[in-house]
């Protein structure tokens, strides 16, 4: 039985109980300590990343499950699967670290080519591997032992590349990395003996406030015992989120939903010069890896990733971060609200004339961060579905708009034909079949991160077929006919199978609940949450 010392500051903490004889886990336990749950100092996004992190271990990411692991890459071609050699061992420099054919892979790719294993976090385990991973190597990888607040911090492909190598899960490692830290910056990215070169604006030196490496926040340089005095911009405990609008802000600054934190020392013209800094002024989106930058009584200004730049009207300059920005990240990526966009050709600006009418989308938004249902939220929650629908449509947010049904339940519709400054059409496809066709596809949901209400879904609960103008030609029609005769009947179809396979088919799922390996212990120090082996 394991024994664990209960501190005030201990979050939740949690074991498997149970394994099966290909030793994946079976069944578990995670126990929160109810002094966090009161009223007072509960916060559900922190609680929701303190489970995953719990339940990441407790399915295999643990390590004392690591010469469990089994290789199943043969399976399907009817090979048995086989015990794999051993999966943590050290390198050169004494760094444990994991050695299995995905994450070498992932890793290698996320460095910037090659192959490398992904490093453990040897604070503590100098000498046997640990059950997380390295701090210096993979900050905001939701499995390192500090955690960042949750808007900060994700479920990262390497982590997902180990549980493709543990055998027993499938797992999409196809997805858009999130992971940004220390992206393309080279196989000996992280080292202690390297961690002074600021030159991959990664790690930092002296103690100035200056910008998180998402930017989505102000940092101030400062290190850890995990980070074996390398020096990183870690967030503000209050005040630095630049998304977060604040009454109270420096005169250039904009605090905006839509802001970020730029290096900086821009004033006024003639005003005194100061130092350069992290400050948060508007951005928005142009392309990928593109974007434009406002500052408090400026115009749009383009800002060329990894240059300074200046802003008329003001003295000094302005850094314009280099693939941290616009990068199609669930960060959300902002819409180009006026002026003709670049990426739009001369052909893609006429009119749509095939509806008189679009599709109407409603959709149930579901969200992980409560709100107080005021309008002022209610209006900003409808603004980011509207941003991540006319994204997933891939059409301009210009076009949409929509109406709130109640605080969660928004009617989603396409506007006029469009405008000068918002022309109607896309380049391929017109918004209003982009937009059915998002409707159509068969995706119940859609999932993103937000910085205000943390992870956000969105239901499309149903959709209305557009009225069509009587100059479109018959065939279109036609097609719309038969695709709408065809809808109830695959309905009915599907609904049959489905209670075909219910009576069927045993049900033979095992629960599988979260757990740590026998010593995650996750607790709060400020605004970072320590993940600890005991």
Not at 457 to 485: K, M
Request: with cysteine.
């Amino acid at each position: 039985m394991l024994h664990i010392k209960f501190k005030s500051s201990v979050i939740a903490y949690a074991s498997y109980c149970q394994l099966d004889p290909f030793g994946r886990p079976l069944a578990g336990i995670i126990v929160f300590c109810p002094e966090h749950l009161k009223e007072e100092e509960y916060q559900h996004s922190h609680v929701v990343q303190v489970s995953l992190h719990e339940l990441l271990h407790a399915l295999g990411f643990s390590r004392n499950l690591f010469s469990r692991w089994i290789d199943c890459d043969l399976y399907d071609t009817g090979d048995i699967c086989s015990s794999r050699s051993r999966v943590a061992n050290t390198d050169e420099n004494g760094q444990f670290r994991i050695y299995t054919p995905t994450v070498m892979r992932k890793m290698g790719e996320h460095l910037g080519g090659g192959s490398v294993g992904a490093p453990l976090e040897n604070k503590d385990f100098p000498h046997s591997a640990s059950s997380h991973w390295e701090a210096r190597v993979l900050q905001g990888s939701t499995l390192t032992a500090s955690l960042s607040p949750p808007h900060l911090t994700h479920l990262d492909i390497i982590t997902l590349a180990a549980f493709k190598d543990m055998g027993w899960y499938g797992v999409n490692t196809n997805i858009i990395d999130q992971l940004v830290w220390g992206k393309g910056a080279g196989h000996s990215f992280g080292l202690p003996t390297k961690c002074n070169d600021t030159s991959t604006g990664f790690f930092c030196t002296g103690s100035e406030i200056g910008c998180h490496h998402l930017h989505l926040d102000k940092g101030v340089c400062s290190t850890d015992s995990f980070l074996e005095g390398c020096r990183i911009y870690k967030p503000l405990s209050s005040g630095g989120e630049c998304w977060l609008p604040q009454k109270e802000r420096a005169q250039e600054e904009i605090y905006d939903q839509n802001s970020r934190c730029f290096f900086s020392n821009l004033t006024k013209e003639g005003a005194h010069q100061t130092k350069v800094k992290g400050r948060c002024y508007l951005h928005r989106c142009m392309a990928p890896n593109s974007f434009q930058v406002k500052v408090q009584g400026s115009e749009w200004t383009d800002c060329p990733p990894g240059e300074w730049i200046q802003v008329a009207g003001f003295g000094g300059f302005l850094h314009c971060p280099l693939g941290r920005l616009c990068m199609g990240f669930n960060h959300l990526l902002l819409p180009v609200s006026t002026g003709s966009s670049p990426l739009v050709s001369t052909a893609a600006v006429k009119e749509e004339t095939e509806f008189i009418s679009g599709p109407k989308l409603n959709v149930q938004v579901v969200i992980a961060q409560s709100m107080k249902g005021s309008p002022e939220e209610t209006m900003q929650l409808k603004e980011e579905v509207l941003v991540v629908i006319a994204q997933k449509a891939g059409i301009r947010r210009c076009l949409l708009q929509g109406t709130p049904r109640t605080d969660l339940v928004f009617s989603i519709f396409i506007t006029a034909v469009g405008s000068e400054d918002c022309p109607g059409r896309n380049l391929d496809t017109p918004s209003h079949l982009a937009l059915l066709k998002l409707a159509c596809s068969g995706t119940p949901s859609i999932m993103y991160n937000s910085s205000k209400f943390s992870t956000v879904l969105i239901r499309i609960l149903d959709y209305s077929c557009p009225t069509l103008n009587p100059n479109v030609d018959t065939n279109t029609y036609l097609t719309w006919a038969c695709l709408g005769a065809l809808f109830p009947i695959i309905f009915i179809l599907m609904l049959a199978w489905k209670r075909h396979k219910k009576q069927s088919l045993i049900v033979h799922d095992i629960y599988q609940s979260q757990v740590v390996d026998e010593d995650i212990l996750t607790q709060q120090k400020g605004t970072t949450w320590w993940c600890c082996m005991a």
